[in-house]
T-cell receptor
Framework: DQQVKQNSPSLSVQEGRISILNCDYT??????FLWYKKYPAEGPTFLIS?????DKNEDGRFTVFLNKSAKHLSLHIVPSQPGDSAVYFC??????????????FGEGTQLTVNP | ETGVTQTPRHLVMGMTNKKSLKCEQH?????MYWYKQSAKKPLELMFV???????ENNSVPSRFSPECPNSSHLFLHLHTLQPEDSALYLC???????????FGSGTQLSVL
């Protein structure tokens, strides 16, 4: 039973436009969500997170939106840049930011930003 | 550079070989992890160590044997693997209860 799903394996956008990556989850106990970015031949790196007490968190060009009723979160990148081309993983956990509980990851979405 | 170093970066081994993957973290973290990433699949948690003690084994076959001699080093010993074990093996570390994992670059393993 996959509790975190990223239904789009790939996404292609033009430079300067908005990229929207989506993630759905089934476990209503999840209360902390993260996005990781992974370049080829490198490990994933933390990008942005959001707690379930919020519905939006913004960091520069990156904004994560959380819709708890729909069990859906999305990552918006605007404007998109070619250097954003990478695989993006959504992850979720129970118990908040400091609980130390395990992260459950989605399958990843390959984002390609075309110049 | 994330502060988590994995060696080797690439490994090709036969099914009867014994090899080891090494991970070292320079971040002063207390928890270390092994993850497996197969193509188009989620990252699969394999093992968790907290303060050198194994706290989680996610039903991993015994042909994978982890070792954590101290909080900075983690090994994954491989023995009689199968071709389906070919994947990217990622080490990660975390400071206490903080959820942010720091990953190494991984070892791309091919089992022939």
């Amino acid at each position: 039973d996959q509790q975190v799903k990223q239904n789009s394996p790939s996404l292609s956008v033009q430079e300067g436009r908005i990229s929207i990556l989506n993630c759905d989850y089934t476990n209503s106990m999840f209360d902390y969500f993260l996005w990781y970015k992974k370049y080829p031949a490198e490990g994933p790196t933390f990008l942005i997170s959001i707690s379930s007490i919020k519905d939006k968190n913004e960091d520069g060009r990156f904004t994560v939106f959380l819709n708890k009723s729909a069990k859906h979160l999305s990552l918006h990148i605007v404007p998109s840049q070619p250097g954003d081309s990478a695989v993006y993983f959504c992850a979720a956990s129970v118990g908040g930011e400091t609980s130390g509980s395990r992260l459950t990851f989605g399958e990843g979405t390959q984002l390609t930003v075309n110049p | 550079e994330t502060g988590v170093t994995q060696t080797p970066r690439h490994l090709v081994m036969g099914m009867t070989n014994k090899k080891s993957l090494k991970c070292e973290q320079h971040l002063g973290h207390n928890a270390m992890y092994w993850y497996k990433q197969s193509a188009k699949k989620p990252l699969e948690l394999m093992f968790v160590y907290n303060f050198k003690e194994q706290t989680e084994n996610n039903s991993v076959p015994s042909r994978f044997s982890p070792e954590c001699p101290n909080s900075s080093h983690l090994f994954l010993h491989l023995h009689t693997l199968q071709p389906e074990d070919s994947a990217l093996y990622l080490c990660a570390s975390r400071r206490g209860g903080n959820e942010k994992l720091f990953f190494g670059s991984g070892t791309q393993l091919s089992v022939l």
